[in-house]
């Protein structure tokens, strides 16, 4: 039977007591009822419900990487010396260890609270920068994998085609990333058949300003727009000082205020971190209902900056979280660092709270939600009619969780569980996906992921 019932369930208007949910045979909401009686023979969910969280920037590979990077190279170590050990690595791998890192990476998601992924994908061709015989190689390994794992996927592939502002050439090590807007605008057509077939969104994602000119971005833009002109769109912007001094000393304008005068950004867009904006750029990017796309872990583990949250949401700004380079894998954690780098940064406590809803994690969990469904191109807007049934559960039997009510127990679970996680269950698309906090094919995607890692560390 295609329902569960849940004493405490976290919905769009807050928690509600005796919820009764069903959903149809694609895993849709069909009903959602507070107040209801338990039907005999339906579930009911060990602890509180909430929607599925929704990470919204995901580079597989880089998980790959995680804990390889942590230590000086260089007086000033930066992003951009990181980047560097992250292009060496990307130019290794093969298509069976991005599926095998993706797999891994995915199911570790799914038991950390993320019930979907948008994959941010840049890394097209083979190691010697030609494309692959079929030229959506890689795509097609990231999505066997989101397909193997259970997890919703927004695959987002990357047009990457210059080295800097004002057109400067790819170097060597940005070949695999290489394409021309007719190649991508191909490659779009070539998988939009396969990501209908397996419910994935497919959308586009112009890396960065530095990595596209001008006259590409409004020619990618309006090919798009044909293929289908509600697609996601995602960019990396603002996020490194340099970058804002760069565009600048190309253009005259920082890179959020070049772009909202350059392109049309609407609530389709997705700006990936805008770390570095002035006032007006909070003002104007919050105004277009683009989602600010945070990655708090990322950003902190970079060295990145901190985003000015208070600023965006007086705008009405929308926001979600992704996990990026993959330095930790947990929804609840990306919401701690965003709520604490805001405390550090205002000398406060409890500021991602809105006006009807006081509790942080509360209302952080429903914000990131809201932001997450809309940069997703998915219909993953939480406990709703209409909506995905994508449920995390938490564990009322956890210590840290037990003898709670709901709005603490998920307090608890994003400011006080540490490095545990306590999560009961999680289900997509209205499947049971991990059961008493395990994905049924947890070990098989470790082993996976370990072994695609030492292979790209000895080969
Ligand atoms: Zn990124």
Redesign the pocket.
Known sequence: MNALFAANALLPEGWAKDVLMGWDTQGRLTQVQAGAARPEGVAQAAGPLLPGLPNL?S?AFQRGMAGLTEYRAEAEDSFWSWRELMYRFALRLTPAQLEGIAFGLYVEMLEAGFTSVCE?HYVHHDTDGRPYADDAELARALMRAAQRAGIGLTLLPVLYQTSGFGGTAPSPGQRRFIRRTDSMLRLLDTLRPDCDAQGARLGLAPHSLRAVPPEALREVLEGLRAQDATAPIHI?IA?QVKEVADCIAWSGQRPVAWLLDHAPVDARWCL??ATHMDADEYRRAAATGAVAGL?PT?EANLGDGIFDLPQWTSGRGTWGV?S??HACVDAAEELQMLEYGQRLLRRQRNVATTAAQPQVATAMWGEAVHGGAQASGRALAGLAPGQQADFVVLDPAHPVLAGLDAPAMLSAHVFAAGRQRPIDSVWVAGRLRVQGGRHAQQAQAAAGFVQARRQLLTD
């Open positions: 920037h580079h941010f990396h996020e990936v971190h990655c990322t992704g990026d380079s």
